[in-house]
């Protein structure tokens, strides 16, 4: 066995409003609930091949690229955990900035990497960082999880000068996809773009993530997946709601006006960072107990150090909170 001491992804289900893993909260609009009871799974016996080659077709059409461009996984966890086993030799170091997604420096130890992070999420510490410690990659999430921080593009191009290889990670850039740094993929080889059905699209279950890259880059990275990697039963039903006009608009409007709603109420009680996200980011003096008080009612939020990630849940999780939250200030 290897000497590795990795945490194992603590699953949990608790009861009450989940706002703690940045799943979506947006419910899924009755016409499209009716044409998912039309989808056929006639073909269960099959290893999935069309409803594949229709996914990376409609997603190219979504993400503005070739589909030789493009890789699907399970997850774009499965898509780091891919660039990370293709780009890696034992001990290359792997920099992001800080807070940013916990599953990197994990994925980055099983590709027998060396994972740094800064010490916070500036540009000028990135940059000193990357002129230091030399990294081979530099991996972080646009916008930043779990601040929201967005990072432009002038500053990633900037950095994707710097570095062997860059990998931004656009799990939340649905939400504002005039953001993405896609456009740019033509101009920087080095450049790699993860991208999720989990957020904006509302469909964590079905677990489909995206890495975008050049053709060359896509094509080297295709030798390190698994076959068959992704369900056709998952991949149909991506498409579905891909195929839909107006799907993807009305979650992000559902999402915006709750957003408001949220930041409203947690801006009297801490600092509500700029979010274009399903999440909001509240640094607090007393984080503990707010994310205590809000748990003890059944509302499930991301503690951090001085402050909680909240996901923007429904009006029915908001007026509890609201609730709690009132007493709490009064108490
Ligand atoms: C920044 C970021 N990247 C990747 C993921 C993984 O998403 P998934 O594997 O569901 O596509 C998450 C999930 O929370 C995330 O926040």
């Not at 646009?142 to 990998?167: D, F, H, K, S």
């Not at 980011?281 to 909240?310: C, K, M, P, Y």
Request: charged share 15%; aromatic share 10%; hydrophobic share 40%.
């Amino acid at each position: 066995m290897r000497q590795v001491s990795l945490p194992i992804y603590p699953v949990t289900y608790p009861t009450g409003y989940r706002l703690n893993q940045n799943e979506s909260q947006f419910p899924i609009p009755e016409r499209i609930k009716r044409e998912l009871n039309t989808l056929s799974f006639q073909d269960l016996h099959e290893y999935p091949v069309r409803p594949i080659a229709e996914l990376l077709e409609n997603y190219a059409t979504y993400a503005g690229v070739g589909v030789e461009q493009i890789l699907a996984g399970c997850g774009s966890d499965e898509m780091i955990h891919v660039v990370t086993q293709a780009l890696l030799t034992p001990e290359d170091i792997v920099l992001s900035p800080a807070p940013d997604f916990s599953m990197y420096p994990i994925f980055t130890t099983i590709a027998h990497g060396h994972h740094i992070q800064t010490d916070d999420l500036s540009y000028d510490g990135l940059q000193s960082s990357i002129l230091k410690v030399k990294p081979k990659l530099v991996l972080l999430s646009n916008p930043n999880n779990p601040t929201g921080r967005r990072w432009t593009v002038e500053e990633l191009t900037q950095l994707a000068a710097l570095v062997p290889y860059l990998i931004v990670d656009e799990a939340y850039i649905d939400f504002s996809l005039e953001n993405s740094i896609v456009s740019e993929l033509n101009r920087f080889p080095n450049l790699i773009v993860l991208r999720t059905l989990s957020k904006a699209f509302g469909l964590a279950n079905i677990r489909i993530g995206f890495l975008i890259a050049s053709v060359e880059m896509a094509q080297y990275f295709k030798q390190f997946v698994p076959p068959f990697n992704i369900s056709g039963t998952s991949a149909k039903i991506a498409n579905l709601f891909l195929k839909d006009q107006t799907y993807l608009k009305e979650a992000i409007d559902w999402h915006s006006s709750m957003r408001i709603q949220w930041e409203e109420l947690f801006s009297t009680i801490g600092t509500v960072h700029p979010s274009e996200t399903n999440f909001i980011f509240v640094t607090l003096q007393n984080a503990e107990d707010v994310w205590n008080t809000l748990s003890s009612i059944g509302i499930h939020t991301a503690l951090h150090q001085n402050a909680i990630r909240i996901t923007l849940g429904n009006e029915e999780a908001l007026a509890k909170a609201q609730s709690a939250l009132l007493a709490y200030a009064t108490r």
